[in-house]
């Protein structure tokens, strides 16, 4: 397994292997940042992200549970769709049903479910005001993301008004793709972060995945090639197939 390399100044890449090389090596990760971060001050720090790759991640950290002290953990959420937490369509019900974290002991009072079903503005200032309340000055020790098949990640997606905003750290934003509103990290929020996973799987993504690491920088088309920085380069997690594209591009 080939360990990640810079793929330019803003973003590593991490080619492990097939989806299930690809899914351990992603779970390891998690894992590694989460000891990391708890011996370091004492805590873990993490925005989870909706999807089919990070269900499986939650998953597997459930049969691996006596590897992290749990105990030591917040569970934010880097975006949500504009529903109750009963919905499946809701990324707060896929992470503890679906993905089984209600099953681990972290305790109540730290785990933070972004409330999006309504009055978004103000959910979202309030969310905002919880992170600068529990973390202070300490960026997210990982914020996890994907990204669609448009190129879009958390509930960034083309040009919507939240790709403009430069100060906030979370805000509702409305996709008129999709006709409804979400409520999501900023560029501003991700950035800061200590860490940046990006998880990109399956042969839907190739064809995208190449544009957004290749093409110019245009984040109004491709929101993710916004994510990193020099300081905090995106970790993108890449499996054979999601990767096949990109693979003539590569050394």
Known sequence: MKPPYHFDKRRKLALPGDAEETLAFAVENWIEIAEESIQDHSFFAVALSGGSTPKKIFQELVRKKERVDWEHVYLFWSDERNVVPSSEESNYHMAMEEGGLKNLPIPNNQIFRMVAEED????????????????????????????????????????????????????????????TWRMTFTYTCINRARHISIYVMGAAKSEVLEQVLISPLNPETYPSQKIGTERSPALWIVDTTAGAVLAAHLP
């Open 120 to 179: 978004l503005e103000n959910n979202a200032l309030a969310y905002e005001k919880l992170i600068l309340e529990k973390l202070g000055t300490h960026p997210f020790d990982l914020v996890m993301l994907g990204m669609g098949d448009d190129g879009h990640t958390a509930s960034l997606f083309p040009h919507t008004k939240a790709l403009s905003e430069e100060h906030r750290l979370v805000v509702p934003n409305f996709v008129p793709q999709k006709n």
